[in-house]
T-cell receptor
Framework: SAVISQKPSRDICQRGTSLTIQCQVDSQVTMMFWYRQQPGQSLTLIAT?????????ESGFVIDKFPISRPNLTFSTLTVSNMSPEDSSIYLC?????????FGPGTRLTVL | RKEVEQDPGPFNVPEGATVAFNCTYSNSASQSFFWYRQDCRKEPKLLMSVYSSGNEDGRFTAQLNRASQYISLLIRDSKLSDSATYLCVVNTNAGKSTFGDGTTLTVKP
């Protein structure tokens, strides 16, 4: 199994600002995933972060809006840039191990 | 059409009831199938994997029909603690998951 921690657990931000979310895993993993879960909806994959290469973004998500870092095999960051109220959501970090997907506790973001 | 579609719910059932959730997927190349459970304000957690032969874990039974591209989850003898949102998850490539919108179950005393 994998234990994932995220920081911050929640934040309230003003529009136009940026927030960086940190994800730490207790084991080395090749791929880390960033998801968004908007209120009342299911999870949508934002991007896949591989160590040593650029992240791969899903349709509808771009690097300028959601830059990702992956400096080593246990850590990643997701930045939500130039925020608007539409970015209010829960952002979850995830890894896969033993045919199971593990999620961090999420970062609950509210943009005013 | 969504890649993964679930019963919209919500399901409100009394304790002890049997409830079934259905899920269909559109990509015939899908490889792996799962049911996840998400409690309110918590992250999703794996409930069970789904195999063509079907699998059972206590009160929970999952079935996969590849020909019909259909997945089901049956919960018998519902408990109050089963109240949650149940997510159907389909993988086409290693580590890349597509989630259904979830079906919310409320079990009432």
């Amino acid at each position: 199994s994998a234990v994932i921690s995220q920081k911050p657990s929640r934040d309230i931000c003003q529009r136009g600002t940026s927030l960086t979310i940190q994800c730490q895993v207790d084991s080395q993993v090749t791929m880390m995933f960033w998801y968004r879960q908007q209120p009342g909806q299911s999870l949508t994959l934002i991007a896949t972060a591989n160590q040593g290469s650029e992240a791969t973004y899903e349709s509808g998500f771009v690097i300028d809006k959601f830059p990702i870092s992956r400096p080593n095999l246990t850590f990643s960051t997701l930045t939500v840039s130039n925020m608007s109220p539409e970015d209010s959501s829960i952002y979850l970090c995830s890894v896969v191990g033993d045919n199971e997907q593990f999620f961090g506790p999420g970062t609950r973001l509210t943009v005013l | 059409r969504k890649e993964v579609e679930q019963d919209p719910g919500p399901f409100n059932v009394p304790e002890g009831a049997t409830v079934a959730f259905n899920c269909t997927y559109s990509n015939s190349a899908s490889q792996s199938f799962f049911w996840y459970r998400q409690d309110c304000r918590k992250e999703p957690k794996l409930l069970m994997s789904v195999y063509s032969s079907g699998n059972e874990d206590g009160r929970f039974t999952a079935q996969l029909n590849r020909a019909s591209q259909y997945i089901s989850l049956l919960i018998r003898d519902s408990k109050l603690s089963d109240s949650a949102t149940y997510l159907c998850v389909v993988n086409t490539n290693a580590g890349k998951s597509t989630f259904g919108d979830g079906t919310t179950l409320t079990v009432k005393p």
